[in-house]
């Protein structure tokens, strides 16, 4: 921290100010002139904890495609079909067994056992060429939208919320002031907070398990000298197969997440994968900590722009990709 506050003493400064002012916005009791700016402080907090908790859901399956696609080089566009099938699945199986967490469980396996199947039938024969894979995952991605459009056709479905994780809870965030002068606080749906939590744990150990463990150095010497990593008898190709299936998996996973606090309908799989190229390109490819801060850059985005400017939400979103890639093209955190 002391060693960017002295390379980068403008930009400390500024991201101090920024810092200050979120927290006043967020503790502060608004004055009449800032909510005739902004708006009712309730609307902005909701925007805010919307912002981050889809920002959380853009971190989960973004961090899959980044260990697929920034790690190992796999140009792999059906990711987000993978999303919309696993929640398509998790909502026949919570339905039928009223399990959320047995959901959660099995369409992690059955994706995670499909991304196995990907990776032995397609991408263990086009290692490194990009546009092959690149032609025939969309051609993939196609041929899994249509099979989801015959079963489950056009209409909106949602994965049944557990009764343990339905109802809003008081969050401590002042929102207004009675003239009584009693305060009224943010209510907030229980179950995003506690996906947005599980989140941040999944991210936490990813990070622990690529950077601190034995598997998580034979991945990236497999990615940084292939040749040389299995002269040394390591089964790369088993290796690769594990991650790819585990990529696979939380895509799945993340799409009965997805499913229980928002809907599930046709073309949420382009949506997600288009979500994931930037949080990936604005983050830094094969960085788990750059998709953390991609995915949030990205769900702030989307929600405020939601919002405050409709009309060009959407370009929002660009907006951020272009800026980091002008500034930065590798990425924020790149190799971090």
Do not use: C
Not at 7 to 22: F, K, T
Not at 207 to 224: E, H, Q, S
Not at 229 to 255: E, K, M, P
């Amino acid at each position: 921290m002391s060693n960017f506050i002295g390379r980068h003493p403008i930009w400390s400064l500024v991201i101090l100010i920024a810092i200050a002012i979120l927290l006043f916005l967020i503790f502060a009791v608004w004055p009449s002139e800032l909510e005739q700016v902004l708006g009712r402080k309730r609307i902005f907090l909701s925007a805010l904890l919307n912002g981050i908790t889809l920002g959380g859901l853009y971190f989960l399956v973004a961090s899959g495609f980044t260990l697929i696609f920034g790690l190992m080089r796999n140009v792999n566009l059906a990711h987000g079909s993978l999303y919309l099938l696993g929640g398509y699945l998790g909502y026949e199986i919570a339905t039928a067994s009223g399990g959320w967490i047995f959901s959660l469980i099995v369409t992690f396996i059955i994706v995670a056992a499909l991304g196995i199947v990907l990776q032995f039938t397609i991408f263990r024969w086009m290692e490194g060429q990009d546009l092959r894979q690149t032609l025939v995952t969309i051609a993939l991605s196609l041929i899994l939208a249509d099979l989801m459009l015959w079963r489950w056709g056009g209409d909106f479905y949602q994965v049944p919320t557990p009764a343990w994780l339905a109802g809003p809870i008081e969050l401590p965030l002042v929102t207004a002031v009675r003239s009584s002068g009693e305060y009224v606080y943010l209510s907030y749906p229980l179950v995003r907070l506690v996906i947005l939590l599980g989140a941040v744990v999944i991210g936490i150990a990813m990070w622990f398990a690529l950077n601190r463990t034995k598997i998580g150095m034979l991945v990236r010497a497999g990615v940084d000298d292939r040749d040389m990593l299995s002269a040394t008898g390591i089964r790369v190709q088993l290796i690769f197969l594990g991650v790819f299936a585990f990529g696979a998996g939380l895509a799945g996973f993340t799409g009965v997440i997805g499913g229980t606090f928002q809907s599930l309908q046709t073309g949420e799989d382009v949506k997600i994968l288009l979500a994931s190229l930037v949080v990936v390109i604005v983050g830094g490819m094969g960085s788990i900590t750059g998709a953390a801060v991609g995915a949030l850059l990205i769900g702030l985005a989307d929600q405020f722009g939601a919002v405050y400017m409709p009309t060009y939400a959407v370009v929002l979103t660009f907006v951020i990709m272009v800026a980091v890639l002008a500034i930065r093209p590798q990425g924020l955190l790149r190799g971090h």
